[in-house]
């Protein structure tokens, strides 16, 4: 079946755009999340979504950061006002269900360079 | 706040030959799970093995066995027979609740 996939695979844009990056997760599962990877470093937790709602955004760098799941389903990142240090690769992973017992399945990520 | 340490930037071993990665992790919880990923240049974050804290038994995925020192707050992966495919890098993470904590990773390389 097909596996998680995000959306643009690289994304570049200047310091000041504003930018949306997309997470289609695997069919029926209600658990999304979103990680950040600084060159050099793991992944970073930045918001989890059960249903459409933000269960814990606790993770968000800042209030330019904002992240949506209107249907449950797709969820899209958005940044605001970009800057030279939001530059990395940002993972998405879905889960059948939120639960420690349940594995996050992530996609290929997407990467961002903001010049 | 839970922190994973992986203090191998970089590792190589023969093909066919054994590996171990290293991990050490801090909580001050008791009931969590650690797992060890795979990210080949795909970027894509793979699974290779994972550990409920609870067992004492240590997980074994076919070539990939831990060693998990509960009391010592280490977990470390040893990849057996390792083959070319195995080239990637490493991280070691900890789960409590929903989100995952990684370490910095561990560049594996495989000498054919």
């Known amino acids: 079946g097909a596996g998680v996939s995000q959306t643009p695979s690289n994304k570049v844009t200047e310091k000041g755009k504003y930018v949306e990056l997309r997470c289609d997760p695997i069919?029926?599962?209600?658990?999304l999340y979103w990680y950040r990877q600084s060159l050099g470093q793991g992944p970073e937790f930045l918001i989890y979504?059960?249903?459409?709602?933000?269960?814990?955004d606790s993770g968000l760098p800042n209030d330019r950061f904002f992240a949506v799941r209107p249907e449950g389903s797709v969820s899209t990142l958005k940044i605001q006002r970009t800057e030279r240090g939001d530059s990395a690769v940002y993972l998405c992973?879905?889960?059948?269900?939120?639960?420690?017992?349940?594995?996050?399945?992530f996609g290929p990520g997407t990467r961002l360079t903001v010049t | 706040a839970q922190t994973v340490t992986q203090s191998q930037p970089e590792m190589s071993v023969q093909e066919a030959e054994t590996v171990t990665l290293s991990c050490t992790y801090d909580?001050?919880?008791?009931?969590?799970?650690l797992f060890w990923y795979k990210q080949p240049p795909s970027r894509q974050m793979i699974l290779v093995i994972r550990?409920?804290?609870?067992?004492?038994q240590n997980a074994t995925e076919n070539r990939f066995s831990v060693n998990f020192q509960k009391a010592a707050k280490s977990f470390s992966l040893k990849i057996s027979d390792s083959q070319l495919g195995d080239a990637a890098m490493y991280f070691c993470?900890?789960?409590?609740?929903?989100?995952?904590?990684f370490g910095t990773g561990t560049r594996l390389t495989i000498i054919p």
């Open positions: 992973a879905s889960s059948p269900s939120g639960g420690t017992e349940y594995e996050q399945y």
């Open positions: 069919s029926g599962h209600t658990a």
């Open positions: 979504f059960q249903g459409t709602g933000a269960a814990d």
């Open positions: 909580t001050s919880e008791s009931d969590y799970y």
């Open positions: 550990q409920e804290a609870y067992k004492q």
């Open positions: 993470a900890y789960r409590s609740a929903e989100k995952l904590t």
